[in-house]
C-alpha cells in the first residue's frame, strides 16, 4: 500500500475532478449546505493551495490551505482549513501522509508554520494532530487571542 500526497494542479482537469469529488463527500457529512461553485471560486485565489492524497493511486483525501504572511517573520504562514480523508480510506494512515505532506511543501518553501483549527470534540483529529508535534498555539503563545467577526 502505496500512500503519496501532491499539491493540486489547479491546470488539470483530471485534479479538479478528483478534489470535487472529495470535497463533495466532506461536504456530506457537514450540516452546512455546499455552494456548487465552490470548488471554481477556491480555483480562483491566488492564496489557494490544494492537497490530494492517494493509497495506490486510488483518491483518498484532500485538504484546502490558505497562504498568508507573517509580517513580524516575514515568512509565509500556511493554514489548513479543510481537511479530510474518505471514508473508505479511514485509519490507514492517509492523514497522517497528508499532513505529512503539506509539512514538506512547506518545508521545501521556504513557510513559517502551518496554522489549523479543530473542534474540542475532534478527539480523533486531535490525537493525529497531537501525533505530528502540532499544539494548541494558545499554550505557546500566552496572552494573545485570536478574535473575529461574521460580516454575513
Not at 10 to 38: A, H, M, N, Q
Not at 56 to 62: F, L, S, V
Not at 105 to 124: G, P, Q, S
Not at 126 to 148: F, I, M, P, T
Request: hydrophobic share 35%; charged share 25%; with cysteine.
Amino acid at each position: 500500500m502505496k500512500i503519496t500526497t501532491r499539491r493540486i494542479d489547479t491546470e488539470s482537469i483530471e485534479d479538479k475532478g478528483i478534489f470535487e469529488t472529495l470535497f463533495r463527500e466532506y461536504f456530506s457529512g457537514l450540516s452546512v449546505k455546499r455552494d456548487p461553485s465552490v470548488v471554481v471560486q477556491l480555483y480562483a485565489l491566488p492564496y489557494f493551495h490544494g492537497f490530494i492524497s492517494f493509497i495506490d493511486n486510488k483518491p483518498a483525501g484532500c485538504a484546502v490551505c490558505y497562504e498568508s504572511f507573517s509580517t513580524y517573520r516575514a515568512q509565509k504562514v500556511m493554514n489548513i482549513h479543510d481537511f479530510m480523508v474518505s471514508d473508505s480510506f479511514r485509519g490507514k494512515g492517509v492523514g497522517k501522509a497528508q499532513l505529512n505532506g503539506i509539512e514538506q511543501y512547506c518545508r521545501d518553501n521556504d513557510y513559517l508554520k502551518i496554522t489549523l483549527e479543530v473542534e474540542d470534540n475532534n478527539v480523533a483529529a486531535k490525537k493525529l494532530y497531537s501525533s505530528l508535534d502540532y499544539e494548541d498555539y494558545r499554550v505557546v503563545l500566552k496572552g494573545q487571542q485570536h478574535w473575529q467577526k461574521y460580516l454575513n
